[in-house]
Each structure stands twice: as structure tokens, then as C-alpha cells.
């Protein structure tokens, strides 16, 4: 992925699975709440986690050399 600051697929797959979980969580929170549905949320975003540490989603950014500003003439 040369030219983009996106990560890899498995750093997509942790995020995804957090954002889920904070899904889940929100909508149990909006229906009652719905508490035993709450912790299912949350371990899902500690799911997440263990899968961002396993696949080290810190060290997978690919960072572009800094962009020069246009020089715009008036």
C-alpha cells in the first residue's frame, strides 16, 4: 500500500472488531439498557484488543515522506 497511510488487513480485522463491539455496546445501552448485552460489547472490544496486540497494529502504519506545501502564486 505504497502512497496511502492505511495499515495492513489484520490491523483493519482488530479495528473492525472493536468498532463492532462499541456497536454493540451503544445499541444494548439505547434499549433498556440492556446490561448483560453491555458486557457482551465490551468483551468483544477487549477481543479486539488482544487481536490489535497480536498483530502489533502500532508498528503497521506506512508513513509517506512529509508532502511540500504548493507555492501558490496570486
Known amino acids: 500500500m505504497a502512497g496511502s497511510h492505511g495499515g495492513s488487513p489484520k490491523s483493519w480485522l482488530a ?7 462499541f456497536t ?6 439505547c434499549l433498556g439498557p440492556n446490561w448483560m448485552l ?15 496486540l497480536l498483530v502489533d497494529i502500532f508498528s503497521d502504519v506506512i508513513v509517506d515522506a512529509p508532502r511540500e506545501p504548493l507555492d501558490r502564486a496570486s
Open 15 to 21: 479495528v473492525i472488531v472493536i468498532l463492532l463491539g
Open 24 to 29: 454493540v455496546g451503544g445499541v444494548a445501552l
Open 38 to 52: 453491555v458486557w457482551v460489547g465490551v468483551g468483544i472490544i477487549v477481543v479486539g484488543g488482544v487481536i490489535a
